[in-house]
């Protein structure tokens, strides 16, 4: 009898734990980590796209139709990045409050497709301060308890998102105008661009659902040679195969791997929300202004070439000497 009594207590207690937190449900690893940012450890943070994972074309699992289920309140961008969202919270049955993190935001306009916005939005940090905004709005409404946590995470977030904003313009700011030129795998970065002064190239369009075309190798090939620019670019949800080809061909260096819609792996630099904007923004900045990349690289080796020689040499001088001494001796 006191066995099942301890088995009972035991199972309330780990009930009592795993409902004690506010479970948050984000549609993605971006908006997961601001979540995180503002609630700290108030709450419990999930995400349905898993970092590496393409939000355009994610198919849920059960778990995450189970994770929505238990959810308290789910984040997600809207502007059609989670075309399969909607699904998957009818499925899920959830009666969670849905929050749209883009609210408030004037989208760019799709140039393919009309009536159609660009989802990319947290490219650009005052945006990003209008997602948290929204965030902490939402989670201090529901919680109004944890208001004051909130609000002082809200504030400190709020401040480094300012400081990155700043960093980001004077860093590109040191690239020559006519070398800010971005070519990317996919129509990711619109509004980064815009935000920070950059010319916007892409193989695909504002989703990766359709491949890209002939046409479009042929548009990105020409560009290149028009603008002389010394690095395109890959991204880390996206196959790198014709932007490999497009480099074989057109002789131009990969300056690197860029994240769009995904955070890098968690520990990386690219694994938080900002340090993937600071991580996208060194990677470009070096590409395009450092054109003898390999050059410099060499200059490298052939100096500490140099300077081993040097040592050998000054090793058997010194050597001879000493024999030379002794023999004389
Ligand atoms: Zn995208």
Redesign the pocket.
Known sequence: MRKYLLLYILSAISIGLRAEKPQIIASCSMIADMCKNIVGELADVKMLVPVGG???IYEPTPSDAKLVAQGDIIFINGLT?EGWIEDLIVNAASKAPVVRVTEGITPIQSEEYENSAD??AWMDLNHGLEYIKNIAEALKAMYPEMEETLELNYQAYAKEMRALDDYILSKINTIPSEKRVLITS???FAYYGKRYGLQLEALMG???EADARTSDMIRVSRIIKETNVPAIFIES?INPKLIKQISDDSGVRIGGELY??SLGEEGKEAGTYLGMLKHNTDVIVDALLNENYQETKLDTDEESNFLLYGFLGLLLVGGLIFMASRLIK
Do not use: L, W
């Open positions: 393409d939000p355009h990045f989802p990319h996919h129509d990711a504002i989703s990766t949800t769009a819609d």
